[in-house]
């Protein structure tokens, strides 16, 4: 049973596997919305990043801009002002730090398109083809920066979808191993159930046993109090019975002899009753029975009818002084609702008349019995606080 207990103790801190696993589970759901999402965010906005940011292609399309409308003007009218905007367009646009810092041709790329400028602002513009001779190793320049952010853009594409990989790696383990704890506290759970379910099956086996004569297997004194209180059967009258001259019985047969006279009484009383009677041994060779009989009258008849039939037994008692057979001894009893105590004592005193006048015999309850002998009666205080 000590074993039982300790495993007892163990589950119930088991228990705290639920919080646990629940509180794994909400951390892992935490995580993955504090990892996750920012990373997420942070490729595919760029808002705050701006090495991210593609300007030096806006800036070369208005390079190009600026040198087809250049080229498509040869000889003929130009538009410098717009020609000059476009060319300031795409400088201020890569005209960036950290074009700067990470591109070294970004640096002359830089002063060409100022020379290109400041010559356009001089109307001292370069024929087309000049024009574009100035301008390739910009496009060059700018071609080698689109590449580095193209190279740039990957890696950091490939090191999210790194970190995502490791992230959901992680997660799918949390969740293993929160449905590992599932799996055992639910295990736990059924095993204390069906612990819990032995034990009340066990208890009740316990309860039945307590209420339980063990020798004869009728019930005893307990069963009689409870279902007088519980009214588990309806009677109407108590019989209270002691089998004569018992201890010369013993003497004469010996202890075995007496278990065995005690228990064949217990089994066979409810047979030779012919109204439904239950049976309940109160101690050594006394027995109480709760029948349901009509009246006063119909009591009496049942009462003859026991003792007839322990005559007709006739079971051999060489120490009785009188017969030669096992005789009883009853007293009897209506019960009314309410009242069980008084016609239990009342029976009782019954049965003591039925022993003082020479036994074998039967005596239905005086309710003018003795108040002497109610006042000291026993029985009295253990059934008063029964109530029918
Ligand atoms: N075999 C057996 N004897 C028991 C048991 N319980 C009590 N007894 C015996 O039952 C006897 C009861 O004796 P008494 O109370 O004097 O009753 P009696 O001998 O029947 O005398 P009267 O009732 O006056 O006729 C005692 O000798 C007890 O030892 C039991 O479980 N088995």
Redesign the pocket.
């Known amino acids: 049973m000590r074993w039982r207990r300790g495993l007892g103790r163990w589950f119930f801190r088991w228990r705290w596997l639920t919080l646990v696993s629940f509180t794994a589970l909400m951390i892992v759901v935490a995580l993955e919305t504090l990892w996750v999402d920012p990373d997420l965010e942070h490729y595919f906005s760029q808002q705050d990043y701006p090495e991210e940011h593609q300007m030096v292609s806006r800036s070369r399309h208005y390079l190009q801009q600026a040198l087809g409308k250049m080229a498509v003007a040869e000889g003929a009218y130009v538009d410098w002002p717009v020609v000059e905007f476009d060319l300031v367009r795409a400088y201020v646009l890569f005209d960036i730090g950290f074009y700067h810092q990470q591109y070294r041709c970004t640096e002359g790329a830089v002063r060409q398109l100022d020379q290109l400028i400041d010559a356009v602002q001089k109307r001292r513009a370069p024929m087309a083809h000049q024009a574009t001779q100035r301008v390739l190793p910009i496009i060059e320049c700018m071609t080698t920066v689109e590449e580095g952010q193209f190279v740039r853009r990957a890696t950091s594409a490939a090191k999210l979808a790194q970190q995502m990989r490791h992230r959901q790696n992680m997660m799918l383990l949390g969740s293993l191993a929160i449905y590992i704890l599932g799996i055992v506290f639910w295990a736990m759970h059924e095993w204390q159930h069906r612990e819990s379910r032995w034990a009340l099956r066990e208890r009740r086996d316990w309860m039945q046993k307590a209420m339980r004569d063990p ?1 004869t297997g009728a019930g005893n004194r307990h069963a009689l109090q409870r279902d007088v209180h519980h009214q588990v059967y309806t009677h109407s009258a108590v019989i209270l019975m ?7 019985y ?1 003497d004469q047969l010996g ?1 075995p002899s ?2 065995q006279l ?1 228990c064949q009484l217990a089994e066979s009383l409810p047979l030779w009753s012919s109204v439904p009677t239950r049976v309940y041994r109160l ?3 006394e027995f109480a029975l709760l029948v349901d009989v009509k009246d006063v009258e119909a009591l009496g008849k049942l009462c003859q009818e026991l003792q007839e039939a322990m005559r007709l037994a006739a079971i051999p008692h060489p120490g009785h002084p009188g017969h030669r057979y096992v005789t009883l ?1 009853i007293g009897a009893s209506m019960v009314a609702r309410e009242a069980f105590a008084e016609g239990y004592s009342a029976a009782d005193n019954a049965l003591y008349v039925v ?1 003082r006048e020479g ?1 074998n015999g039967w005596q239905l309850a005086d309710v003018s019995a003795s108040p002497d002998r109610l006042a000291k009666d026993e029985y009295i205080s253990e059934f008063s606080d029964i109530e029918h």
């Open positions: 020798l002691d089998i004569d001259y018992f201890k010369q013993n202890h007496g278990d005690l101690g050594g060779d001894s022993k036994r």
